[in-house]
């Protein structure tokens, strides 16, 4: 079995327990040096064997696992936040399956659950926005046309942007296509690395703040009223009554 394991977004602490016993079982662990923070590689056991994926293509990487895992080592390749988003896990899973040889999953947080955490904000808002759109704009990567940022953009749901601060200036003229120009936006580098930086402003200003801020990579757009609107709940009202809790009298 090689283990795909969602590293959480940055902070070592974010990693599950699952994915934290993993490491320290594993006997080689693959990463990707460029995203992972260096602290994860603490957990690993002793006489654990790390090596830096960075520079490896699809084949040598698959070649590296099939040999341990042939070798009868305990294999984890670790992918920054979860693997599930933008992970490019597919290629290797099927490759490794043609081989015979079996993957699980372990999922981890993603960048786009720990930003919210670091706004402190719900991006479902009680009577407002109910729907999170992750998406990314199109680069050396295509997008299908029903999904590019201008045609999500008039549901004004909750939007998280992957992958696309380097393109700030398109990804605003997008956006304004469907967003009113006073949608509040932020921008949010490294959530929950140490150094994170975060910009918050409307949407007119949102190629104008990040440029100033410096942030061009490892970073993520938010865009939508949650992040002025928190609205209130029926969950806790005396009124609202459910199967747990028949509602107060009077």
């Excluded at 949650?226 to 009554?241: A, C, P, T």
């Amino acid at each position: 079995m090689i283990y795909f394991v969602g590293a959480g977004p940055g902070d070592p602490e974010l990693i599950t327990l699952k994915g934290y016993r993993l490491l320290q079982e594993a006997d080689l662990v693959l990463y990707t040096g460029s995203l992972i923070n260096p602290e994860l590689l603490q957990y690993v056991g002793e006489g654990t064997r790390t090596i830096d994926s960075s520079s490896h293509d699809l084949n040598s990487l698959v070649k590296t696992m099939e040999e341990a895992y042939a070798g009868g080592e305990k294999v984890v390749r670790l992918h920054t936040g979860d693997a599930s988003i933008y992970g490019a896990i597919g290629e290797q899973m099927t490759e490794l399956e043609k081989r015979g040889i079996s993957c699980a999953l372990v999922p981890g947080i993603s960048s786009f659950l720990a930003a919210a955490a670091s706004l402190r904000r719900e991006y479902t808002v009680p009577e407002g926005s109910q729907t999170i759109i992750i998406t990314r704009r199109e680069g050396r990567t295509p997008v299908p046309s029903a999904e590019r940022i201008e045609t999500l953009a008039p549901h004004q749901a909750s939007m998280v942007i992957f992958l696309s601060a380097g393109m700030v200036d398109k990804v605003q003229e997008e956006l304004l296509e469907g967003y009113p120009p006073h949608t509040p936006v932020a921008v949010i580098y490294k959530a929950s690395w140490p150094d994170e930086k975060v910009v918050t402003g409307s949407l007119e200003e949102l190629s104008r703040l990040t440029e100033e801020a410096g942030i061009t990579k490892t970073a993520l757009i938010l865009v939508g009223d949650f992040l002025r609107e928190s609205g209130r709940s029926y969950l806790y009202d005396q009124n609202f009554e459910h199967g747990y809790r028949e509602k107060e009298n009077g």
